[in-house]
């Protein structure tokens, strides 16, 4: 036995003793111009798949994971889209992935139309005179527009970046308070350790939200 | 399987993972470090000089220096820029969360309120440093919406530590023109504390030489939420119509439009969490992020200076759409 085959038998101990209940959804950042690479994009759900993740959201700035959405669909048969799932991601069965594909527009742009339409139904509300009531507008009430206009997933506990920057790249804002960021380096150079890594540590962390 | 053989597993994976981790770049603009963000020792990068000639001379006295090729001054402040470090690839806007004063204090038996008064030598050297080095704002994350969960007593002395501060510093922050505004719920803060913040900021509205800008009582979904809110008044007072509003609307509603630089370009954050908790949500999309396991009263020059180089070794990234 070599020392590959040595460590690719411990990583199966160290998976099977994580708490992958602890990681109920992962989002995965990667740079549009790695994106690209549809065939490692595939082999990193397929390794996400073997360690127990099962609620993955796909970001990358350009949509470019958005295009390879069919061709990913077509290896990853045990995989549905979080539009196809009706109940909470984090709670469903885990007999297959659920994937969420994400871009831009999904970010900021969203939040802009969520606003958009909490106006316009304010306006329809108040309509002698268009008085709006801006006080109504809370978080809660963002939250609710922002699932209406097709941002439905949650917020990430764990985001990790591949790519040569160690920022979000425009991940959408309303989603990451707590979530914990792990830079992984490039997708060129992805290892299956590191990505078990990045998971081991973020389920051994005690989490404080500031409390 | 046993505890044991378990506990050899890890030590076994941890050796493994170590050798598996591709090797890092040694070149001084490395694409990637190629590892997990927070064990966070940059590349050693090449001494950078102008023309052979020392950045800074260490003159203790502010004497503006202009370098030979006329290239923007950085004002002597006696404390000279390292030698590895860029006066031109300085982050404009640098962002701090100042986090683990509590575990600071736990761990030397201390009541928490000892960890928050060591809090501010820390933050002192890091002004005092983005002064000396030409870092024009300075956005750092003092109190969190969430915080005010806390215990009352904690809470309390934090803004009471607050006031008092402020009040002790008015001097050498005129003296060193520095501009504070502070973010955040500031009308759930003690009134003498809002009177303070008040006169704070109108007394130093015209200092241009630093923007330090505090964020009390401050969270990104509160931001994002207040920016709605401007907006939603704006249309009712005329000023916009309902069909204009785009992100570019709200962007200009947020707090940190108080600077010409609202967007941070390194975001440090101590205690060796890898989270923003809630921190300028909004404004971190292209923000390089450097996360560093001491602990905020820990935190030094040398820390200070490993997150800037770090910074100056990356490819920054702004996300333009193709």
Known sequence: ?211 | MTFLSCRFAIFCFKVASRRAAPSRSSSKRSSSSLSISWLSSPSRGTSVRKDDAPVSTGITASVPYVSRKGVSPVVECGVPMPAELREELMPKHVAVIMDGNRRWAKMRGLPPSEGHVALVPPLRMVVKLCLCWGIKVLTVFAFSTENLLRPKLEVDFLFSHFERTANSEIEAIMRERIKITVIGDTSKLPKSLQKTITIIEEKTKDNSRLHLIMAINYGGKYDIVQACKSVAKKVQDGIIHLEDINENIVEKELKTNCTELPYPDLLIRTSGELRVSNFLLWQLAYTEFFFHKKLWPDFGKDEFVEALKSFQQRQRRYGFLS
């Not at chain 1, 993955?56 to 295009?67: A, R, S, T």
């Open chain 1, 1 to 211: 036995m070599d020392f590959r085959d040595g460590a690719h038998n411990l990583y199966h101990i160290i998976v099977a003793s994580l708490h992958i209940g602890k990681l109920r959804y992962l989002a995965v950042v990667i740079e549009s111009e790695e994106a690209h690479q549809t065939s490692k994009v595939i082999k990193l759900l397929q390794w996400l798949d073997s360690v127990g993740v099962k609620n993955v959201c796909l970001y990358d700035m350009n949509g470019v994971l958005k295009k390879s959405k069919d061709t990913i669909f077509q290896i990853m048969k045990n995989a549905k889209s979080i539009e196809e799932v009706n109940e909470d991601v984090t709670h469903h069965a885990p007999d297959h992935m659920t994937l969420e594909f994400v871009s831009y527009v999904d970010g900021k742009e969203a939040v802009a139309k969520a606003a958009n339409l909490i106006f316009v139904e304010n306006f329809k509300r108040h309509d002698i005179g268009g008085e709006l009531d801006h006080q109504i507008l809370l978080e809660s009430h963002l939250n609710q527009a922002l699932q209406i206009v097709g941002c439905k997933g949650p917020e990430p506990d764990l985001l990790l970046v591949y790519g040569p920057v160690r920022s979000h790249l425009g991940f959408p804002p309303w989603r990451i308070r707590y979530t914990e960021i792990v830079h992984m380096g490039s997708l060129n150079f992805m290892r299956y350790g590191s990505l078990i890594k990045a998971i081991y540590n973020f389920t051994k962390v005690r989490h404080n939200y500031g409390t």
